[in-house]
T-cell receptor
Framework: GAGVSQSPRYKVAKRGQDVALRCDPI?????LFWYQQALGQGPEFLTY????????KSGLPSDRFFAERPEGSVSTLKIQRTQQEDSAVYLC?????????????FGEGSRLTVL | SQQGEEDPQALSIQEGENATMNCSYK?????LQWYRQNSGRGLVHLIL?????REKHSGRLRVTLDTSKKSSSLLITASRAADTASYFC????????????FGTGTKLQVIP
């Protein structure tokens, strides 16, 4: 497809389970961002990739969160030993330009519910 | 933490009226963008204004930027029911790789 694709759209996990969320950015987009959005809040920055390089992971809330983009296209956000406070929508965005110099294109998000 | 704060948090208007949302931010920016989010969906880019610009128009949207006050406003003229959504400002910080951080959002309801 032409847009940013995220999967799964919905994920229910039991506390303590590991989850992996996938993002397929628009082909050729250099920049890729992950955000966490709690209900009724704005997106909170998690991490940023420029091609395969993770330039900023300052927003990852704990060492249970890990992101990768090994070939500079598809990215995976992994959350180990999920906790209830991890419940949120995880948004992926990509951009043709570096950093925030241009428009970000967002996927529909992956809604994670931890029971 | 959020770089920007939108005001008001929620706004309810009649169709045809104008809607104004404000965004205040804390540090120097390269540019500022406004996004729209329909319930349960991803964000959609509306407009980008650079730090050396003061005003920009796109259709029914008008954005202003005052870097001395570290604030921006989004005006939607002649609102429609389909404009009902949450609106977020995104500040793109100067320097480095230009990190994009979002504000807290304004929830707009346009009543038909």
């Amino acid at each position: 497809g032409a847009g940013v694709s995220q999967s799964p759209r919905y994920k229910v996990a039991k506390r303590g389970q590991d989850v992996a969320l996938r993002c397929d950015p628009i082909s050729g987009h250099v920049s890729l961002f992950w955000y966490q959005q709690a209900l009724g809040q704005g997106p909170e920055f998690l991490t940023y990739f420029q091609n395969e390089a993770q330039l900023d992971k300052s927003g990852l809330p704990s060492d249970r969160f890990f992101a990768e983009r090994p070939e500079g296209s598809v990215s995976t956000l992994k959350i180990q030993r999920t906790q209830q406070e991890d419940s949120a929508v995880y948004l992926c965005a990509s951009s043709f330009q570096r950093g925030g110099t241009g428009e970000l294109f967002f996927g529909e998000g992956s809604r994670l519910t931890v029971l | 933490s959020q770089q920007g704060e939108e005001d008001p948090q929620a706004l309810s208007i009649q169709e045809g009226e104008n809607a104004t949302m404000n965004c205040s931010y804390k540090t120097s920016i390269n540019n500022l963008q406004w996004y729209r989010q329909n319930s349960g969906r991803g964000l959609v880019h509306l407009i980008l204004i650079r730090s050396n610009e003061r005003e920009k128009h796109s259709g029914r949207l008008r954005v202003t930027l005052d870097t001395s006050k570290k604030s921006s406003s989004l005006l939607i003229t002649a609102s429609r029911a389909a404009d009902t959504a949450s609106y977020f400002c995104a500040t793109i910080l100067s320097g480095g790789y230009q990190k994009v951080t979002f504000g807290t959002g304004t929830k707009l309801q346009v009543i038909p």
